[in-house]
């Protein structure tokens, strides 16, 4: 089975960065991806990595370390419309198992 | 390009009842899954169909039953409803060419469904 850990909450002002460490325990791995879901919306595909390191994509970038079973979403210039429940997920073989998310807050 | 539509949007329904959910795939993907979201938590996988068989399935009871039709659209049927069974009901679809799983997954806005 999978299991994936996350904080639960982030608080942060405008602005700001903001970094959500996902850990993750899982009997197949190919790949950590990210989703971004503003409540009462859909969940919306944010990156992907299959490989160890930094992808870059605008003001978010995420980061994976397979030897270390962990990735992270890095948040830049944080703006209002960031303020949602963000999901880290691995895909083992053909299905995708999510995190429990962490909810941003951004303050003005 | 049309994306993913689900509905109903809202549905109450009895304890011991059944329901379908319906889900229209985005165009030119040929897989759909299914996931429940309770409040607060993250999208559980319930199953995944591909080329109109499933193909894979998580820790749901037999009661979550699924099709998909030869235009990749999709249902999900629960029977004996449960209170537990009060969630938001997402479907996504994808693009899976040869073995590889790993295009990334478009929601729908998903069925939130109420059991009383």
């Given at each position: 089975g999978q299991s994936l850990e996350q904080p639960s909450e982030v608080t942060a002002v405008e602005g700001a960065i903001v970094q959500i460490n996902c850990t993750y325990q899982t009997s197949g791995f190919y790949g950590l991806s990210?989703?971004?879901?503003?409540?009462g919306g859909a969940p919306t595909f944010l990156s992907y990595n299959a490989l160890d390191?930094?992808?870059?994509?605008?003001?978010?970038?995420?980061?994976?370390?397979?030897?270390?079973s962990y990735g992270y979403l890095?948040?830049?210039?944080?703006?209002?419309?960031?303020?949602?429940?963000y999901f880290c997920a691995v895909r083992d073989d053909y299905k995708l198992s999510f995190g429990a998310g962490t909810t941003v807050t951004v303050r003005a | 390009e049309t994306g993913v539509t689900q509905s109903p949007t809202h549905l109450?329904?009895?304890?011991?009842?059944?329901?379908t959910l319906r889900c229209s795939s985005q165009s030119g993907h040929n897989t759909v899954s299914w996931y429940q979201q309770a409040l607060g938590q993250g999208p559980q996988f319930?199953?995944?169909?591909?080329?109109?068989?499933?193909?894979?399935?998580?820790?749901?009871?037999?009661r979550f039953s699924g099709l998909q039709f030869p235009n990749y659209s999709s249902e999900l049927n629960v029977n004996a409803l449960e209170l537990d069974d009060s969630a938001l009901y997402l479907c996504a679809s994808s693009l899976v060419a040869g073995?590889?799983?790993?295009?990334?997954?478009?929601?729908g806005n998903g069925t939130r469904l109420t059991v009383t």
């Amino acid at each position: 089975g999978q299991s994936l850990e996350q904080p639960s909450e982030v608080t942060a002002v405008e602005g700001a960065i903001v970094q959500i460490n996902c850990t993750y325990q899982t009997s197949g791995f190919y790949g950590l991806s990210w989703y971004q879901q503003h409540d009462g919306g859909a969940p919306t595909f944010l990156s992907y990595n299959a490989l160890d390191g930094l992808e870059e994509t605008g003001r978010f970038s995420s980061f994976l370390s397979r030897s270390d079973s962990y990735g992270y979403l890095l948040l830049q210039e944080l703006q209002m419309k960031d303020s949602a429940s963000y999901f880290c997920a691995v895909r083992d073989d053909y299905k995708l198992s999510f995190g429990a998310g962490t909810t941003v807050t951004v303050r003005a | 390009e049309t994306g993913v539509t689900q509905s109903p949007t809202h549905l109450i329904k009895t304890r011991g009842q059944q329901v379908t959910l319906r889900c229209s795939s985005q165009s030119g993907h040929n897989t759909v899954s299914w996931y429940q979201q309770a409040l607060g938590q993250g999208p559980q996988f319930i199953f995944q169909y591909y080329r109109e068989e499933e193909n894979g399935r998580g820790n749901f009871p037999p009661r979550f039953s699924g099709l998909q039709f030869p235009n990749y659209s999709s249902e999900l049927n629960v029977n004996a409803l449960e209170l537990d069974d009060s969630a938001l009901y997402l479907c996504a679809s994808s693009l899976v060419a040869g073995s590889s799983y790993n295009s990334p997954l478009h929601f729908g806005n998903g069925t939130r469904l109420t059991v009383t």
